[in-house]
C-alpha cells in the first residue's frame, strides 16, 4: 500500500462526513497551525501511506490535549506522559482501521485516549483485568463484521454477471467502493488510496453495499 | 429482538458513561445496556461527540510556565508496525447454557462469563454468581427461577439490574429484557419472578470482604452453572 501515489488534489476532496466534522471542531483543535488539512486527511494518510510526516502533525495538535486530560483524570504528571505514549502510539497503530464512516478524527482520537486512561488507572488501582475498556466501549463492529466480507468474496464473484444490473442502484459511496474491489480487482488497501478514504470506511461500505445487493438479488443473511 | 426497553440510564449517567469517569462496575453494566438498546446508543454517540468538543475546547495549558513537548517520541511510535487487520475475537463464550435454552450475552458480559462462572444457591430461589472487577462495586449475574421470590431488603447504596432474559417484578412494574432497573437507598422492595429471569446486577456499596476470601468462606456448595439448574430441575 505504500506503492500507492496519492495526489494532492485527491486530499481537496472530503466527503460529506469529514467536511461536517471539519467544521465542529477542527478549528478548534488545531488553532491556526497547518490549517489546510483537516485531521481527517492526516489520519487517513497515516493509515494508508504510513505518513510519518502526517502523524507529526497530529502529534502536534493531539499531544498536549492528551496531556491536560491525563492530568485531569490521573493527577499526575508522569502518568499523564504515559497516556500521551500510549495513545498516540494507539494511533499510529491503528490508523489504518480509522472509518469516517463512524465519526471525526477527533471523536475517534478521544475514545481511544479515553481508553487507554481508563485501562491505565485500572491497572495502578490494581483491579482485576477480567475486561478491558476496548471490550466496555467496543470500536471494532466493522473490523470484525468485515471478516465476513472477506469470506464471503468467492460466492460473491461468482454471481458478479447477475448483481451488475443491481449495483448501479447502490448510493454512490458504496457502488464506487464495490466497483473498486469487484470490477477493478483491486485489493482493499489499493481501493482505500484510489478513492482516498480509511480502509476502515471502505470496508463498512463494503459491507454495507454488499448487504443491499444481497438483498435485491433475494439472497437471504444466513 | 423485538422487545424495546422501557427503563434506561439517565442521560446524565450516559455522559459520565461516555466521558469514561465511571467505575468499571458501572461501565460494564451501562455498555451492556447500550449494546442492547437502540435508543441508548444514539444518545451515547452523541454524547461522546459532546465529550470530545468539551475536551478540544477546553484550555490546554494548565501547566503554566513549563510547556511540555512530547516530540521525542515520535520516532520511537512511528517505528512501530502498524496493525491491518482488527484483532480477532479474544472470546469464545457469548452464551449461557440454562435449562430452557441458552441466553446470548452482551459482548462485555461475555468477556466477564468467559473465566467460568461460580454459581452459589441464596435463599428463596435465587443463584448468584459474582464477578470481581473493582474495588468500588459488587458485581453478580443473577438467576431467578420460575416462581421465585427475593426476600424483601434494602439497598445501602445504588443498585441496577440490567435484564438478560425473562422478567421479574417488583412493586413498581414490570422489566423485561434490556431493561435497566435503578433503585436507591431509599426504596425497599422484593422482586420476583414468574418465568424466570437472568440479570446482571451492580451495587455500589463497598464490599465487606475480599470476593476470594468470601468464597473460601462459602457455606454453600459450588457449582458451575449448568450443573447447579440440573440440580434445581
Ligand atoms: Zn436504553
Same mark, same amino acid.
Given at each position: 500500500m505504500e506503492g500507492i501515489a496519492v495526489g494532492?488534489?485527491?486530499?481537496?476532496?472530503?466527503?460529506p462526513a469529514a467536511i461536517q466534522t471539519r467544521d465542529v471542531g477542527v478549528k478548534s483543535a488545531t488553532s491556526g497551525q497547518s490549517s489546510e488539512r483537516s485531521d481527517e486527511d492526516l489520519l487517513i494518510a497515516v493509515g494508508n501511506n504510513q505518513d510519518t510526516a502526517s502523524f507529526n502533525l497530529l502529534f502536534q495538535r493531539f499531544s498536549k490535549r492528551i496531556f491536560a486530560m491525563g492530568v485531569k483524570l490521573t493527577r499526575n504528571e508522569q502518568l499523564a506522559q504515559d497516556l500521551v505514549q500510549e495513545a498516540m502510539l494507539t494511533v499510529w497503530k491503528k490508523a489504518p482501521l480509522y472509518d469516517l464512516d463512524r465519526g471525526s478524527a477527533q471523536s475517534w482520537i478521544f475514545t481511544l485516549t479515553r481508553n487507554r486512561c481508563f485501562d491505565m488507572l485500572r491497572k495502578i488501582k490494581r483491579q482485576p483485568n477480567t475486561v478491558n475498556a476496548d471490550d466496555i466501549w467496543p470500536q471494532q463492529e466493522g473490523e470484525l463484521e468485515s471478516n465476513l466480507v472477506h469470506e464471503e468474496r468467492g460466492s460473491m464473484e461468482v454471481e458478479i454477471a447477475q448483481i451488475e444490473s443491481y449495483y448501479?442502484?447502490?448510493?454512490d459511496a458504496q457502488r464506487e467502493v464495490v466497483e473498486q474491489i469487484y470490477?477493478?480487482?483491486?485489493?482493499h488497501e489499493e481501493a482505500a488510496a484510489a478513492l482516498n478514504i480509511p480502509l476502515g470506511t471502505l470496508k463498512s461500505r463494503l459491507r454495507l453495499g454488499l448487504g443491499k445487493l444481497r438483498q435485491m438479488i433475494g439472497i437471504e443473511e444466513s | 429482538m423485538t422487545y424495546h426497553s422501557t427503563h434506561h440510564p439517565s442521560r446524565e449517567l450516559l455522559g459520565k458513561f461516555a466521558e469514561g469517569s465511571l467505575s468499571a462496575g458501572m461501565s460494564v453494566v451501562i455498555s451492556a445496556h447500550v449494546e442492547l438498546c437502540p435508543q441508548c446508543r444514539e444518545t451515547t454517540s452523541a454524547l461522546e461527540a459532546e465529550a470530545t468538543l468539551n475536551w478540544l475546547q477546553n484550555?490546554?495549558?494548565?501547566?503554566?510556565?513549563s510547556e511540555p513537548d #512530547?516530540?521525542?517520541?515520535i520516532d520511537a511510535i512511528t517505528s512501530e508496525p502498524q496493525s491491518i487487520t482488527p484483532e480477532a475475537?479474544? #472470546?469464545?463464550?457469548n452464551e449461557i447454557h440454562m435449562l430452557e435454552g441458552s441466553v446470548s450475552l452482551p459482548r462485555v458480559l461475555a468477556k466477564l462469563a468467559s473465566d467460568g462462572l461460580v454459581w452459589k444457591k441464596m435463599a428463596g430461589g435465587i443463584n448468584q454468581a459474582s464477578v470481581m472487577l473493582d474495588n468500588e462495586t459488587q458485581c453478580e449475574f443473577l438467576y431467578m427461577k420460575p416462581g421465585s421470590q427475593v426476600p424483601v431488603h434494602k439497598h445501602r447504596g445504588n443498585e441496577i439490574t440490567l435484564v438478560l432474559d425473562g422478567s421479574f417484578s417488583d412493586e413498581m412494574g414490570r422489566y423485561r429484557e434490556s431493561d435497566f432497573v435503578l433503585r436507591n437507598a431509599s426504596h425497599q422492595h422484593q422482586p420476583m419472578s414468574d418465568e424466570g429471569c437472568l440479570c446482571f446486577a451492580v451495587q455500589d456499596s463497598p464490599l465487606m470482604f475480599t470476593k476470594g476470601l468470601a468464597r473460601l468462606l462459602n457455606p454453600f456448595l459450588q457449582y458451575r452453572f449448568r450443573r447447579a439448574t440440573s440440580a434445581q430441575a
Open positions: 494532492k488534489s485527491a486530499f481537496e476532496k472530503s466527503s448501479q442502484e447502490l448510493p470490477i477493478h480487482d483491486r485489493t | 484550555p490546554v495549558s494548565d501547566t503554566a510556565g #512530547f516530540s521525542h517520541m475475537d479474544r #472470546f469464545a463464550v
